[in-house]
């Protein structure tokens, strides 16, 4: 009885004699030979496929290529698993060593069968895959080996089929039953390596769909990032800027609150001050901030409004407040109470700067949104002054 080993020994036996099989089918160009065995036993004869052949290391698609352009050959090799950019020794691929009816028909069927095409490839010469296709350049050997191979005869070529045949029957069909030629016919095999490769190439037409899918998810990530970072990055701008906003805004309150108790100080000393002594321009309690202006310097709109009304909450107290320092600036009225107290020398630049407040003045006033208590005109004279 045959032990577990003795039956290992003779599968791998019978491996290698189908691998060799299928390595004379191919040479000898006969397609329905390749077709049933890769048929029955494509998984023991995958590793035919890549193993390289004869001293330049050539595949077996290296040999269908060179020797012949049977598109249901060179079909069944790549949609068994042949490489169409396999090299050799030499650095050329099947594309390279193809004869030149068989190039296009393999590029062909290796787009069928779902292959990418390295057109970069180059051999030791230099020649690329996309210089064989293009014009030629690329062509070997394998253009004159197929030339001869095409000038034997035609008797040759039957006679020595008929070895092959029996050589084939003699040697090893037995150990396995033979090969069923004919079952299905050719036309049954190039069915079924045509569904093969229709297999791989919708395999691979899936695997660039999920590809292209995944490269346009990370795009999309990474746009979604992007866009997150810019509004993050826009929002913090944006409370800087605000809180840059505030900040100023507090200094002006309280640089404002300040200019106000120094106004209102001012004008509650004035009286004293007037009569110890006549009032120079710098006595008078201008509506400014940072101090009294120097003499003859025009008042800016921003000093007066920062001053007496820039901290009101709303429109009518402003109106109110900005009527009531109407009252107090008018020209006539100023000078009513206080022109006898002027500095003889300061006087003129003294009255040129109440009237400039009191036009600053009422442009703020007219300014306001119109409301409650209508507006006063530059030349009202309003409520009676504050003392």
């Not at 036993?41 to 004869?54: D, I, N, S, T, V």
């Not at 001869?148 to 003699?170: C, N, T, V």
């Not at 002027?342 to 630049?349: C, E, H, I, S």
Request: with cysteine; proline share 4%.
């Amino acid at each position: 009885m045959p032990s577990d080993s003795d039956s290992s020994d003779d599968g791998r036996s019978a491996a290698k004699r189908r691998q060799r099989k299928l390595v004379r089918a191919v040479e000898k160009g006969r397609t329905k030979k390749v077709q049933s065995l890769l048929r029955k036993h494509l998984k023991e004869l995958r590793p035919a496929l890549a193993a390289p052949l004869g001293r330049h290391g050539g595949t077996l698609l290296h040999a269908a290529a060179r020797d012949s352009a049977d598109a249901a050959l060179l079909r069944a090799l790549l949609a068994a698993g042949a490489d169409i950019n396999a090299i050799d020794n030499n650095g050329r691929t099947p594309v390279h060593v193809a004869s030149a009816a068989a190039v296009q028909v393999l590029l062909r069927e290796a787009r069928l069968c779902g292959q990418q095409i390295d057109l970069g490839v180059r051999d030791r010469r230099g020649v690329s895959v996309c210089d064989v296709i293009q014009g030629g350049a690329g062509l070997t050997s394998g253009g004159a080996r197929s030339e001869r191979a095409s000038g034997r005869s035609e008797r040759a070529r039957w006679e020595a089929r008929l070895r092959e045949e029996a050589a084939d029957e003699e040697g090893h069909d037995a150990f396995y039953g033979g090969f069923d030629d004919d079952g299905g016919g050719v036309a049954d095999g190039d069915d079924w390596f045509g569904q093969i490769a229709a297999e791989r190439s919708a395999r691979a037409t899936a695997a660039r769909d999920a590809a292209r899918a995944e490269a346009a998810e990370r795009d999309e990530r990474r746009e979604s990032e992007r866009l997150r970072r810019q509004r993050a990055a826009e929002a913090e701008r944006a409370a800087r800027e605000e809180q840059h906003r505030l900040a100023e805004r507090r200094a002006q309150l309280e640089v404002g609150t300040a200019a106000r108790e120094a106004y209102a100080d001012g004008w509650r000393a004035l009286g004293e001050r007037a009569a110890a002594t006549p009032l120079k321009f710098g006595d008078i309690p201008w509506p400014c901030r940072g101090g009294a202006p120097r003499a003859g310097r025009a008042l800016g709109r921003d000093d007066v409004e920062g001053v007496l009304v820039a901290h009101l909450p709303d429109a009518a107290a402003r109106r109110r407040a900005l009527r009531a320092e109407i009252g107090r600036w008018h020209p006539d009225k100023f000078t009513q109470r206080w022109g006898k107290k002027l500095d003889a020398a300061a006087r003129d630049q003294i009255l040129d700067g109440v009237t400039q407040v009191a036009q600053l003045l009422n442009e703020l006033l007219a300014a306001l949104p119109a409301g409650a208590g209508g507006a006063t005109t530059a030349g009202a004279h309003g409520p009676p002054p504050p003392t």
